[in-house]
């Protein structure tokens, strides 16, 4: 079975650009969460989809960022001016459903550096 | 100050060694915690979880939670250099969605032969 997976793996944008961040849940998985970790800090959650509602946002930075989960299957992540201090890693993450046994698994992360 | 704290390292162990691994904590609405492995340019994968006060065994891995002292602990019994990873604590307060987590930053562990 498929695990999360993202695209791109890496990218470089000049600041001022755009990016879109692309994830692929498990099949199956209701559940859709986005993290990211800059450089020396902690992995942080920015939000949460279920199915394609929007389940909690609190984690969002600013309105720079947009996610969306049209149709409920795969998210993506959109960070439009990218600015310097948005490089770091984007991981997605996916779970069944959100009761206290379920596992969340990870993707690989996506990469991104602003220059 | 940080929800959590945790010790980034780097760790350096010899193999067979017991390894221990901490994190303190601030939320006292802090009832769920877990520990993930992270290989290298891989995403986090959860190893233990427990959400009450005392410990959980699993094969090499001891996952320890002390409530009163907001203190979490990970031991590794018979460390391999396979266990090699960064280790992150992460935790979940009560009543938010399971997939809300607060990390730790993670400490960096090498097992060497």
């Known amino acids: 079975e498929a695990g999360v997976t993202q695209f791109p793996s890496h990218s470089v944008i000049e600041k001022g650009q755009t990016v879109t961040l692309r994830c692929d849940p498990i099949s199956g998985h209701d559940n859709l969460y986005w993290y990211r970790r800059v450089m020396g800090k902690e992995i942080k959650f920015l939000l949460h989809?279920?199915?394609?509602?929007?389940?909690?946002e609190s984690g969002m930075p600013n309105n720079r960022f947009l996610a969306e989960r049209t149709g409920g299957t795969y998210s993506t992540l959109k960070v439009q001016p990218a600015e310097l201090e948005d490089s770091g890693v984007y991981f997605c993450?996916?779970?069944?459903?959100?009761?206290?046994?379920?596992?969340?698994?990870f993707g690989e992360g996506s990469w991104l550096t602003v220059v | 100050q940080k929800e959590v704290e945790q010790d980034p390292g780097p760790l350096s162990v010899p193999e067979g060694a017991i390894v221990s691994l901490n994190c303190t904590y601030s939320?006292?609405?802090?009832?769920?915690f877990m520990w993930y492995r992270q290989y290298s340019r891989k995403g986090p994968e959860l190893l233990m979880y427990?959400?009450?006060?005392g410990n959980k065994e699993d094969g090499r891995f001891t996952a320890q939670v002390d409530k009163s002292s907001k203190y979490i602990s990970l031991f590794i019994r018979d460390s391999q250099p396979s266990d090699s990873a960064t280790y992150l604590c992460a935790m979940r307060a009560g009543g938010t969605s399971y997939g809300k987590l607060t990390f730790g930053q993670g400490t960096i562990l090498t097992v060497h032969p």
């Open positions: 993450a996916s779970s069944q459903d959100w009761t206290i046994r379920n596992t969340i698994y």
């Open positions: 939320n006292s609405a802090f009832q769920y």
């Open positions: 989809f279920v199915k394609e509602s929007k389940q909690d």
């Open positions: 427990t959400y009450s006060s």
